[in-house]
Every structure is written in structure tokens, then in C-alpha cells.
């Protein structure tokens, strides 16, 4: 009788358990093929243009026609994907001491004493790369495609240098350096707009190193082969 109801017992215990899901094992909540988390989802960016394709005229490099109109207008060390460029070597004489250069950037940090600004140091940061090949070779062409690509406002200053030629507007300068069959340009902001209206707080100093990058954008030379 015993052995009787310790059968009923262990009976009735195994029918009253509920089976639970094993995970992963094709759940609602395992991800499918597709779907934005699991896996075979299509890379991001795939199927879209390529960088620098669709308007010729937008900044960074990509492909450019031959039509000067639609020559691509480089910007600086931004190729069009956000990622940095590897410049080929580009170079400049009598860098000063705590200047850096490298992979398209010339940067430069400066102590600020001064409690109006509101930080300690003051970053200067410059860019430059190769010209794309389609660019235009005369000044009042390149210019005006600078200004029509949004790459710099209206040039108020343009001036032939023994080695190229020195663009700048309101706001921004560019040299172009003729180096070989190839084309160095160099510059960026003068930190004298909006973006910027801290650093005429301390306008001494941006003076000082604007004048600074300019010399060195002056100087902007490929390795010799």
C-alpha cells in the first residue's frame, strides 16, 4: 500500500511541471537573419555611394571628372568618409617647437593665462593634402570653384606666391603649393568667426599663431624621390 501511494506521489509531481523554452533555441526573442541586431544583417553603408561620388562638388576628395566645373574640392585630410588620410609624406621647414603635423593635420596647443577664456589651452588646428588632379591650374578658376563648393566664402584676397598662389576670405586661408606635377594646398580657419568668438579674447595669440601656420603652409613640400 505504501509502494501504492509513493507511485501516485511521484505521478502526479512529473505532471505538474511545465516545460520551460531552451534559450536561443529559436525563441521570438533570438534575432534573425536581417534584422538590425542579429547576425547576417547587411554591413552599415552597404549599397550606398561611394565617398566623394553623387556631387563632385562636395568637400574631401573622391572622384572627380576632368570638367573643371566638377572637379572635386579637396578640404583638407578628410577624405569624404570621416576617416583621416595617410598624406604622402608632406613636409614643412623650420617647424617650431610644439608643433605637430601628421596624417593631414598641423595642430598646435597654447597655454592661455587668462581667465576670460574658457580654457586652459587653446587649440589651432590646420589641414592639408594633395590637390585632386582636376582641380583648376588658374587662380580665378580654382578660387571661384572655392567659393562655388562652400570650401571657403567669398576670396577677397588672392595673391601669386614664387612657388603658387594664397587664397583667403574672411574667415579662412589656403595656400597652394606647386610641388612637381602635384599640388599641396594648406590652411584652414584665421579663428575670427562665430565658431570662434572666444578667441578674440586672446586675439595676441591667435594672431601669433596664424602667422605661424601660414609660414609653415608656405613651406608645404612633398618627399623628395
Not at 506521489?9 to 525563441?27: F, H, M, N, V, Y
Not at 597655454?111 to 576670460?116: L, Y
Not at 588672392?158 to 603649393?177: D, L, M, T, W
Not at 580657419?189 to 586672446?202: P, V
Request: hydrophobic residues 30%; proline residues 7%.
Amino acid at each position: 500500500m505504501k509502494n501504492l501511494t509513493l507511485i501516485a506521489i511521484t505521478l502526479c509531481a512529473c505532471g505538474s511541471k511545465k516545460t520551460q523554452p531552451d534559450p536561443g533555441s529559436g525563441s521570438p526573442t533570438t534575432p534573425t537573419a536581417g534584422s538590425a541586431t542579429g547576425s547576417g544583417s547587411a554591413p552599415a553603408g552597404t549599397g550606398s555611394a561611394p565617398a566623394g561620388s553623387g556631387s563632385d562638388m562636395a568637400h574631401g576628395s573622391g572622384s572627380g571628372s576632368g570638367d573643371h566645373t566638377h572637379a572635386t574640392v579637396a578640404t583638407g585630410s578628410n577624405s569624404g568618409s570621416g576617416q583621416l588620410i595617410d598624406d604622402p609624406g608632406i613636409d614643412f621647414d623650420n617647424i617650431p617647437k610644439g608643433w605637430e603635423h601628421g596624417h593631414g593635420k598641423l595642430d598646435h596647443f597654447v597655454g592661455v593665462n587668462d581667465s576670460g577664456f574658457p580654457v586652459d589651452n587653446a587649440s589651432f588646428v590646420f589641414e592639408y593634402s594633395v590637390d585632386p588632379p582636376t582641380m583648376p591650374t588658374d587662380p580665378k578658376e580654382y578660387a571661384a570653384l572655392l567659393e562655388k563648393s562652400g570650401v571657403m566664402e567669398k576670396i577677397i584676397k588672392s595673391e601669386p606666391q614664387k612657388n603658387g598662389h594664397y587664397y583667403e576670405s574672411a574667415h579662412a586661408f589656403r595656400y597652394v603649393i606647386v610641388a612637381g606635377d602635384k599640388r599641396i594646398h594648406c590652411g584652414g580657419s584665421l579663428y575670427n568667426d562665430d565658431a570662434h568668438k572666444d578667441y578674440e579674447k586672446i586675439a595676441k595669440i591667435r594672431d601669433e599663431q596664424i602667422a605661424t601656420a601660414k609660414k609653415l603652409c608656405a613651406t608645404a613640400k612633398l618627399p623628395k624621390k
